[in-house]
Each structure stands twice: as C-alpha cells, then as structure tokens.
C-alpha cells in the first residue's frame, strides 16, 4: 500500500527519511552529510520517483523507488 507523504505528519515523515539514510546498507560508504541526504530524499519524493510504501503483513513503513514498486500497487 502507497502512502502519500502528505498524510504524514512532519516529524513523522523526517524521522523516515532519517532511518532511511542512515540504514546499514544505505550509505555504501557515502560520506554526505546527514542533512544533504534527507534533502535528496524528500527531493525524490516530491518529484514523485521514490514514494512511501507500508507493508501490512510486517507492518513496516518503507521508501522505494517509484519502478521498484509492484504495478498493482501504483493503480
């Protein structure tokens, strides 16, 4: 299930992104800084190429990019 950032609230939606970055496996070494990678992020997100998914069998909330996405959840 999508969820559109807009139903999120502010801190919510930051502290996302923010698990997001900072993920083992995320940075690959990256050393940008924390808040230029938040701003890609949200950048991505509201060009709409990366979008917010919850997974309700694990109940975890997750950032894909938009062609990682299944095709039945886009429609």
């Known amino acids: 299930m999508l969820i559109p950032q807009a139903m999120l609230e502010a801190d919510t939606l930051t502290r996302l992104i923010e698990d997001f970055v900072t993920r083992d496996g995320n940075d690959n070494g990256d050393e940008t800084p924390l808040e ?27 950032l894909l990019l938009k062609h990682e996405v299944p095709r039945e959840w886009l429609e």
């Open 36 to 62: 230029t990678r938040i701003a890609r992020v949200r950048i991505a997100l509201n060009k709409g190429s990366a979008v917010i998914a919850f997974d309700p069998d694990s109940q975890q909330c997750m």
